[in-house]
């Protein structure tokens, strides 16, 4: 098991209701990312944080937005949620250094009415 | 752009058997390459990565795979199959020269018959 811990472990809500996802990354890492993985499908990369700023972004509206604090801990917040928003989110710690590994968290799941 | 690709939807083989999980890559500049495993209801797990130097990479679990640079891929490999090793196998890429992001293959999933 990785020390990246995700909460909560699920989570229902409905369409138009906001979410906030939390993520605690593994000692010793600065830098998470987040990726929502659809199912049946691979991950897709949402944004990256490093040093409490947006470091990335992927193909994903801005109703998604997050925050880093400066224990390096993470949210991935979603507004207006969407049914298409239903799936597993997983957020990945790693150093900030080329070619370190990202070692992911449980995920959270996600399923939106 | 960085893209990878996965022929192959599920992968059969039998216990003691080896077993191979293919991917190829497209890359501009050199490529950093990772095999991670996604066990039901489970977040992913990393197994290896390449980022330089031998060919053959060796990962955990017994897993390896053969970086090559002619072909274009990753394929990853064990000699003998678990049927513990069933599972969904993504490969990935990490595009390091842009936003860092790891670019996932669709997945493969690996049934091991005893």
């Known amino acids: 098991e990785t020390g990246v811990t995700q909460s909560p472990t699920h989570l229902i809500k409905t369409r138009g209701q906001q979410v906030t996802l939390r993520c605690s990354s593994q000692?010793?890492?600065?830098?998470v990312s987040w990726y929502q993985q659809a199912l049946g499908q691979g991950p897709q990369f949402i944004f990256q944080?490093?040093?409490?700023?947006?470091?990335g972004r992927g193909n994903f509206p801005p109703r998604f937005s997050g925050l880093q604090f400066p224990n390096y801990s993470s949210e991935l917040n979603v507004n207006a949620l969407e049914l298409d928003d239903s799936a597993l989110y997983l957020c990945?710690?790693?150093?900030?250094?080329?070619?370190?590994?990202?070692?992911f968290g449980p995920g959270t799941r996600l399923l939106v009415l | 752009a960085q893209s990878v690709a996965q022929p192959e939807d599920q992968v059969n083989v039998a216990e003691g058997n080896p077993l191979t999980v293919k991917c190829t890559y497209s890359?501009?500049?050199?490529?950093?390459l990772f095999w991670y495993v996604q066990y039901p209801n489970r977040g992913l797990q990393f197994l290896l990565k390449?980022?330089?130097?031998?060919?053959l990479v060796k990962g955990s679990y017994g897993f390896e795979a053969e970086f090559n640079k002619s072909q274009t891929s990753f394929h990853l490999k064990k000699p003998s199959a678990l049927v513990s090793d069933s599972a969904l196998y993504f490969c990935?890429?990490?595009?390091?020269?842009?936003?860092?992001?790891?670019?996932f293959g669709k997945g493969t999933r690996l049934h091991i018959l005893p």
């Open positions: 000692s010793g890492h600065n830098t």
């Open positions: 944080y490093y040093r409490e700023e947006e470091n």
């Open positions: 390449y980022i330089t130097g031998d060919n």
């Open positions: 990935a890429v990490r595009d390091v020269y842009r936003d860092d992001k790891i670019i």
């Open positions: 990945a710690s790693s150093p900030k250094d080329l070619g370190e590994t990202q070692y």
């Open positions: 890359v501009s500049g050199n490529p950093y």
